[in-house]
C-alpha cells in the first residue's frame, strides 16, 4: 500500500514566513546535534538580504548578547558567516552563506571531524585486543564487531568525503541514478 503526502499551500506574509522557517530550522538543527539557537541563528542569516549586526540578531530572535556572540563566532569557525563591514559602521555585521550546497559541505566537514574522525580514531586503536584461554571467544567476538563497525565508519567516511568534496552536479546525478 503506498501512503500519499498531502501538504496544504496557503499564502502567509513574509515576516510569518521567515519567522516559521527559522523556527523550523532551529528544530531541524536541535534533532540533528546542533544547538537550536545557533541553528536558528543560521536560519536567520540564510534569509536575510542585508547584512546584520549582533544586536539585531538579539533583537530579532529574543536572546541574550552571550548567546548571540557565542553562537555567530561558531558560525563563522564553520564558515558559514562572514564578517562584514559596513562603511561608516563602528559595529560588527555579518552575513551568512547563501549557497547552500557550500553549506551542506560545511557542515558535512565539520561534523566528519567532530564525530566521525575520533570513532575512527578510537576503533583503530582498540582492534587489536590481546586474548588469553580464557577470554578467546570473547576477544574473537569483540573484535570482529569492532572490524565491522570500523568498516562501516569507514566507508561513511570515504562517502562524505566524496560528498563535500564533489560540485553540486555530479552529487544530483549521482543521487538520481539511484532511484531509477
Not at 65 to 84: C, E
Not at 138 to 144: C, N
Not at 153 to 180: H, P, Y
Request: hydrophobic share 40%.
Amino acid at each position: 500500500m503506498k501512503v500519499q503526502k498531502v501538504f496544504y499551500i496557503c499564502t502567509m506574509q513574509l515576516e510569518e514566513a521567515k519567522a516559521k522557517f527559522i523556527n523550523q530550522w532551529g528544530s531541524l538543527g536541535s534533532k540533528w546535534g546542533i544547538n537550536r539557537t545557533m541553528a536558528q541563528i543560521h536560519a536567520l542569516f540564510l534569509t536575510a538580504t542585508e547584512p546584520l549586526s549582533a544586536e539585531e540578531v538579539m533583537e530579532t530572535l529574543k536572546i541574550s548578547r552571550g548567546n548571540a556572540n557565542m553562537n555567530i563566532r561558531t558560525l563563522i569557525d564553520w564558515g558559514l558567516v562572514y564578517k562584514k563591514h559596513k562603511l561608516g559602521e563602528r559595529k560588527e555585521f555579518f552575513t551568512g552563506e547563501k549557497d547552500i550546497w557550500k553549506v551542506a559541505q560545511r557542515v558535512i566537514k565539520i561534523r566528519q571531524r567532530t564525530e566521525l574522525d575520533p570513532i575512527v580514531q578510537v576503533l583503530s586503536e582498540i582492534q587489536n585486543v590481546e586474548s588469553t584461554s580464557k577470554n578467546e571467544d570473547e576477544v574473537a567476538h569483540f573484535t570482529k564487531q569492532i572490524e565491522s563497525i570500523k568498516s562501516l565508519a569507514e566507508l561513511a567516511d570515504t562517502s562524505l568525503t566524496k560528498i563535500s568534496n564533489s560540485n553540486q552536479g555530479w552529487f544530483v546525478r549521482t543521487f538520481m541514478k539511484l532511484f531509477k
